[in-house]
Structure formats: C-alpha cells, structure tokens
C-alpha cells in the first residue's frame, strides 16, 4: 500500500426527495464517478437516520465540495450557487412554492453545515435552466397583481434538461443541438421543454410541478374549475392536494398502479386507457411547444419512461406524423440513440439523462477559482 499517497479528492453530490435520497461521489478532478446510492427513507428508518448514511460518506471519504438539488431557485436564481446565509434564507423563503421537496432539500444543507461548516456547498436549482425564457412565456393570463407577485411559469426539471442540452451536439450535431428542439423528460414525474439555440424557451410545468403532462400520479394540465367545484362540494386544500399530486395521472386513471411497466404488461382496460392517456397528452403538449419553437427538427426523449418504453415512445409519436414525424420500428425497439426513420423531417433521439453529474459539474464550475483580473496595462511610454 502506498502510504504516503494523499486520498482522492472527491465531490458528494446529493438529491434529498420527500420518499428517498440519491447521492453520488465523484473524483473531484475529472468527475468519474465513484459510488451512487438510492437510500430509501422508510426503509433506513427516518430522514435523520437516511441522511446519517450521507453524513458517513463525507466522513469517509475526503469530500472536499458538496453539491445539493434544490428544486426551487425562485425567479432570481438563473445558475447554481455557492451557498452562504444569505442564499439559505433566499431558498427558506421558497419553500412554501415546493412544499414536497424544498424543506428536504435544505434540511440537507443544514445538517451538513451543522456538522462540516467548513464544506463548501453548491445548490443546483430545477427551475434556473428555464430563467432563459421571454417574459410573455412565463406568464398566466391572471391580474398582473399575482404575475408581480411572483405567479409565472417556473418550469422544473432543469439539471435534466441542461444535462440533455449538452450531450445533444455529441449525440446529434451541432446544427440539431441549436434547431427547434422538443425535449421530453418522462418519468413519475414528467414535463417537456421547447429547446432553441441550446436554451430552454418554453415548458410545460409551471408555478408548480402538476401542470402540463398527465405524470405517474399527478394530474398534470386540469381545468382549475374542478378545484373549486371540489372545494364548494366540501374538499379540503389537504384533500386536493392528495387528488391532483398523489391519486391522479396513471395511477388515477388505470385505478391499478403508475408503473408503466405494470401497466403495459396488464390486459385490464383501464391500465390501456391510462397509457393511452399519458401518451395523448403528451402528444397534445409537444404540439403546443411547436408554437414557442415555431416548428420542430428535433425531437429527445428522456427519464424512466421517454428512456425504456419504446412502446410509449411509438404511442406519442405517431400522434405528431402530421408535423413530419416518422419512426424506425426497428431502432425505436433497439438501443441506439437515433430513431427516426430516414424520411422523417424531425429527427428522433433517446438519451439517458444525469442530473446527478450536471450537479457534480455545477459544482466543479462554481467553486472553481476565479481567474485573476489581468495586470493593469503600463503606462504608455
Ligand atoms: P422519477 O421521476 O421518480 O425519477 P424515473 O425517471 O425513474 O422516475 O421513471 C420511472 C418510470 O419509468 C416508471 O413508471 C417505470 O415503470 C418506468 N420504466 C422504467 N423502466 C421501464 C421500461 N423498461 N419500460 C417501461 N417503463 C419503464
């Protein structure tokens, strides 16, 4: 054994949801990855005894910079950031805007400030990707009151879809990565993103992660006149939000599960019906990005399902043939990227996403050493 040898420096980059905690260890120097973990926070027996696991991890390894997912950035925080009192505070106010996430998110970054207060921390924000768009995308048709008040559009998914916009030119080109680009994250959670020039320039989430697609089971875009039919017929906001985030979407409509893969595999016609759904809305949504784009070239699918199911993928995009969509069987039911048929006038693309290294980058990049301002030039002989 080299005893002399200096431990790896290494980047923890951590994912705290409401049901698990993700974390990811990576070399610090060129960000290979050295260990991920799922920790399931029912089964490690609480949220303090689950985040001891990734208190460990710091303790045994010589983590130098942490990197955390914060789902909401606000309509101020357009790129991750370092993270000091100031910021915490900024993120605390928010937390009311992600109720399910944010409150873990920044437990997280306590603990660890708590323990290592030394520890450079970055936060990595779903919502910064999509600061890039016009203002008129962001806005609902409500009293301009509300809008300044900050009731605009968000969009989440954002470190999914950075992570897709900078593989893109390697999997496609350059000239692709930079056309009218659909990106479609399906997973339990699912959205889409109108994509030009590499930046995102519409979505289909909004204020909260429920609008736009039909998800796992959250309804995705409703007539909000439900909601208050629900609410004069004697619903509680407690029992809205169990309707619209936890019972709807796949889950909801096939009265069976939200698993996909369950539901393929299930001759009920209910678990049809849901697919079918999920994929009608879906369909309907990718048309609308189409008005943002002003036309598509691209399209790519990512996420559990948008990766997996080419069967979804087949059920959404030939409801888009008349936009000029055509697959190829065969490569829509292999494994490499492309899948479009060669005839078709939008390319199709599967790409694994990776929001885990997107935070490893984020942080690499934010604490990287400023370069020093150049030398004040002399003066003129
Ligand atoms: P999350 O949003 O929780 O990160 P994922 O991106 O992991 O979710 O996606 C989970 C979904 O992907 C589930 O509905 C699961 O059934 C589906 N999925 C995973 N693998 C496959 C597969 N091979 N075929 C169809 N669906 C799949």
């Not at 993700?22 to 920790?39: F, M, P």
């Not at 605390?92 to 970054?109: F, S, T, V, W, Y």
């Not at 959250?218 to 169990?242: F, M, N």
């Amino acid at each position: 054994m080299d005893a002399g040898k200096k431990p790896v420096e290494t980047v923890l980059v951590v994912n705290a949801g409401s049901s698990s905690i993700k974390y990811g260890l990576y070399r610090a120097d060129d960000l290979t990855l050295i260990e991920r973990k799922n920790i399931e926070v029912k089964k490690a027996g609480g949220y303090d005894a689950a985040f001891q696991q990734v208190l460990d991890v710091i303790a045994a390894n010589n983590v130098t910079s942490v990197g955390h997912r914060v789902v909401h950035g606000g309509k101020d925080y357009a790129a991750p950031q370092k993270i000091d009192a100031k910021v915490f505070a900024d993120l605390e106010k928010l937390a009311p805007l992600a109720p399910l996430h944010q409150p873990h998110n920044l437990k997280g970054i306590k603990l660890i400030t708590d323990k290592y207060p030394e520890l450079p921390q970055v936060a990595s924000f779903d919502t910064a990707f999509h600061r890039t768009q016009a203002k008129l995308n962001q806005m609902y048709a409500l009293p301009r009151k509300l809008t300044d008040e900050g009731i605009i559009r968000y969009g989440f998914h954002g470190l999914s879809y950075e992570y897709i916009a900078s593989k893109l030119p390697e999997v496609a080109d350059e000239k692709t990565a930079k056309s009218r680009v659909i990106v479609a994250h399906l997973g339990n959670g699912a959205s889409m993103m109108a994509m030009k020039d590499g930046k995102s320039v519409a979505t289909t989430m909004g204020f909260t992660p429920v609008d736009g697609l039909m998800m796992g089971t959250r309804a995705g875009a409703t007539d909000p006149g439900i909601l208050l039919y629900l609410l004069e017929q004697g619903e509680t906001v407690k029992g809205l939000s169990d309707i619209f985030q936890k019972q709807s979407g796949l889950k909801g409509v096939s009265g069976i599960t939200e698993d996909v893969r369950t539901l393929l595999a299930s001759d009920k016609p209910e678990a049809k019906e849901a697919i079918d759904l999920f994929c009608l809305y879906a369909a309907r949504q990718a048309a609308s990005l189409t008005v943002d784009l002003g036309g598509v070239d691209a399209i790519v699918f990512t996420g559990g399902i948008g990766e997996n199911s080419g069967i979804i993928r087949d059920k959404i995009l030939s409801q888009l043939a008349h936009l000029g969509v055509k697959t190829d069987t065969a490569a829509n039911d292999g494994s490499k990227p492309a899948i479009h048929a060669s005839d078709s006038t939008v390319k199709v693309y599967v790409i694994k996403t990776d929001e885990e290294l997107m935070m490893a980058q984020h942080v690499k990049k934010v604490l990287a050493p400023k370069p020093a301002a150049p030398a004040a030039k002399p003066p003129a002989p």
